[in-house]
Each structure stands twice: as C-alpha cells, then as structure tokens.
C-alpha cells in the first residue's frame, strides 16, 4: 500500500537520491538541453526547500510503499499562485496510478488554499508529462525560450 508522507524540514536532504534520479531523467527526454541537469546543486536545491518549507510557503512529500521512498512532490505558494515544482515517480511504477495519487493529493492540499493560478513547468521532451498534466486542466500559457552560455 502506498502512503503520502509531508517532510519535515530536517529530512528534506533525504530526497537527493530522487533529485538525481529526476535531472538523470530529464537529461534523458530533454530535446534541447540534455546534461544540462540539474540545474542547481543538488544540495544548493535542497537548502532552498529547506527555507521555503520553513517560511512556510512550500510543501515536500514523499510516497512510501512501506519499505522505501518511491517517489516525491513539491509544491509551493505565494499570494495567489501556487506552483507545483516537482512530481517525481520511481521508473518501476510509473504507469500504475502513483502519480495520480500524489497529484490527486497535491490538488487536494492546494485546493486549501485561496489560489487563482496554479503553474508547473515540464522539460521540453518529456511528453509522457504534458499528457498526464493535460488530463488535469493544465495547458501552456507561457513559452520561455532559453540558450546555453
């Protein structure tokens, strides 16, 4: 059985296996910027969770099967907009309604909150994402276009 578990800010540096797994994934769908990821310091990313889930304004969480971390989200607000900054599902249950559920969860805690916009940003390539975000009412309202240096 799967479980939904918020993080506590001192066990936030746990996540840094996933966060590698994550930018390893992107560098592999990412059409134009592969082995750009990630793209902050792992441990500089998760410093800044860290403050955010101490001003209060961002949320970890991990799902569980019991034994091991098998996935995490991120989510964050300010004012009116909430952002969702990472969904991550471990490679063997992709496909079997755990993103769901941590979303589903997601939208839930969000939905607490006196939100008029709720943005999230997928690398260009991960297509699989775009279409699990479209099924819940996400589409593009913004392009942002960047260049290595």
């Known amino acids: 059985m799967l479980t939904i578990e918020i993080l506590p800010m001192k066990k936030v540096g746990a996540l840094k ?3 590698m797994e994550l930018a ?29 889930i101490g001003a209060g304004n961002t949320v970890a969480a991990i799902l569980s099967d019991g034994s091991s971390w098998q996935g995490f989200c991120v989510f964050s607000h300010t004012g009116g907009c909430g952002s969702i900054d990472y969904l991550y599902i471990r490679q063997a249950l992709r496909g079997q309604g755990a993103g769901k559920l941590l979303m589903q969860w997601m939208l839930e805690q969000l939905g607490q909150l006196q939100l008029t916009l709720l943005e999230l940003k997928v690398v260009v390539g991960n297509e699989q994402a775009v279409r699990f975000y479209e099924q819940y009412g996400f589409a593009a309202r ?8």
């Open 17 to 19: 296996p996933m966060l």
């Open 142 to 149: 913004t392009v942002t276009l960047a260049k290595r240096i």
């Open 24 to 52: 390893d994934h992107h560098n592999q769908v990412a059409v134009n910027f592969q082995g750009l990821y990630p793209l902050l310091n792992i441990d500089e990313k998760i410093q800044i969770l860290q403050q955010g």
